[in-house]
Every structure is written in C-alpha cells, then in structure tokens.
C-alpha cells in the first residue's frame, strides 16, 4: 500500500523521517578510592541518575531527571510526558487549542498549568516573551521549533533549554518519547507506547505535481481552494475509492506534528477512508 498528502497552499517543508532516537546519558562521579565527594560538591557536579543529555537542533543539553518545573512549548513533549503519567508543570498552547486537543484522553492531565497565547510570531517562546518565561522560574525548558540561536542562547540563561529534536522543523515524536521515558525513568514504557502508536508520515506534494498523487491512500490538508476542479483529480485512485481524506485544521495538526496521543485520535478520524481502502484491496 502506498500513501501520500498534498498541500495545495504550493509550499510546506516536510521533517524527514529519522529511524532512530539519538539519546544519551551524561553525568559526572566519584571514582571510588581516586576521589571523595564531600558537601562542598553538592551544589556542583551531578550524578548519573540526576541529569540526561538531550541532543537538538543547537547542540546537546543536559537536563534535570524528574523536573518539578518544566515549561513545555512543544506539544510532542508535552503529550510524552503525560502519556508516561508525568505531566510537565506549564505548558505554552496556541490559543486557538486553550480548551484542549480532542485527542487528549478524558481524565488525563496533559500539564499542571496551560497558558494560552494567541500567535504573533514564528514560535510561541516569542509571543509569551523572554520576560514572562524567566517570571515561571523553570528548571528545564522544552522549546520545540525556534527560530534562530539568539533565541535559544536567551532561553538556555534562564535554563536548561531543548530545542526541536529530530531532523526535521517539528519534534519528532518517536524521540521525544523516548528520551521523555529516560527523564522520568520509564524507559520501558516510552518503548511500549511507542511501539503501539507507531505509524508513519506522508509526503507534501505540489498542485503542480498532482500526477505524484495516484496512490491508495491520500490524506490532504487543504486550506485554499479544494483540489475538485484540478484537471486529474477524479481519476486518482485515492479519489475514485474513497481514501482520500480532506483534514481541517486540527486533523492535519494531529497527523502532520504528530505526537503519542495524537496519532490514536487522528487515525480514528480516518478510520472511513481506511476502510474503503481496505474495500478496494478487496475487490
């Protein structure tokens, strides 16, 4: 079965697709009978089981396990870290989502506090403001996409600072789920869910290009004009069957920055055109 989105806006970037997390662990100890640790060094050096290195867009960085405060702005942090049952203390919404997504399982807290600001900028860090994210006194900041190193450099003063994880422009939600299991210490249950969530990612696709789209499945997100009069359309596969999906705003956030609790929900909305699909492979 092949799959395929457009984007008839003409241009999107897409993150690629990595295969694996790239984590690690760092931590500085006493050699036992080299060196002594005494209560001089506890304001100091850390242990192991105090800290992981978390590798980003700007670098690597060594946060807190366990943080009490952390202030995510990234929602494919947010989601792991609540998904593990350790929710982040704040996190930082587009107010347009300030009554909460609708794949978050009732009953499920997705974070202490939510602060919803209504997007001016480029990323959501900008639009609170340095001031504001200084005021909440975090002790680990989860950024997500950031424009520039000036940015981040601000960001990391006030406090350990993770910029997009991943190759792509969004947080690849595979890695940040498992580096959210080694920060809370559920490792094997950051590998379970991710295990049964795991599903793949599409390919963004020009009008121009619309003869690229004749595959079984097709989910679009469309926020111009509908592609219906496209010369072609009708006699894409995806069209004649059934399986072509046409995502509203929120659809095509759950699949397109995809994390641990959206996936679920965006693959029940699409669960009508995965079975004409399935009709079709039956016929």
Avoid at 17 to 42: I, N
Avoid at 49 to 70: E, K, N, S
Avoid at 246 to 258: E, F, H
């Amino acid at each position: 079965m092949s799959t395929g989105s457009a984007d008839f806006r003409r241009n999107i970037d897409e993150p690629n697709d990595p295969t694996q997390a790239l984590t690690a662990t760092a931590a500085l100890v006493c050699a036992l009978g080299l060196a002594s640790c005494s209560d001089d060094d506890s304001t100091g050096d850390s242990d192991a089981a105090d800290t992981v290195a978390v590798t980003h867009a700007f670098g690597t960085i060594v946060v807190p396990v366990h943080p009490d405060h952390a202030l995510s702005f990234s929602r494919t942090w947010a989601d792991a870290f609540a998904e593990l049952g350790e929710p982040v203390a704040t996190q930082v919404v587009n107010s347009q989502f300030s009554d909460g997504l609708p794949w978050t399982p009732e009953g499920k807290d997705v974070a202490g506090k939510t602060v919803p600001v209504t997007v001016s900028s480029a990323d959501l860090v900008s639009t609170l403001g340095l001031e504001a994210v200084a005021d909440r006194n975090p002790d680990v900041i989860f950024a997500g996409y950031l424009p520039e190193q000036e940015t981040y450099d601000k960001l990391a003063a006030i406090a350990p600072t993770v910029a997009t994880v991943g190759e792509g422009m969004v947080d690849d939600w595979r890695e940040v789920t498992t580096v959210a299991g080694e920060i809370v210490d559920k490792e094997e249950d950051a590998a379970d869910t991710i295990e049964g969530t795991d599903s793949g990612r599409g390919r963004a696709v020009s009008a121009e290009n619309i003869d690229m789209l004749d595959v079984d499945f097709l989910a679009l997100w469309i926020s111009g004009e509908t592609p219906d009069d496209l010369p072609g359309w009708s006699d894409l596969h995806a069209v004649e069957r059934g399986s072509a999906p046409q995502l509203d705003t929120v659809a095509s956030t759950a699949l397109g920055a995809p994390s641990v609790l959206s996936i679920p929900w965006v693959l029940d909305q699409l669960d009508p055109y995965l079975a004409a699909l399935q009709e079709g492979d039956d016929e």
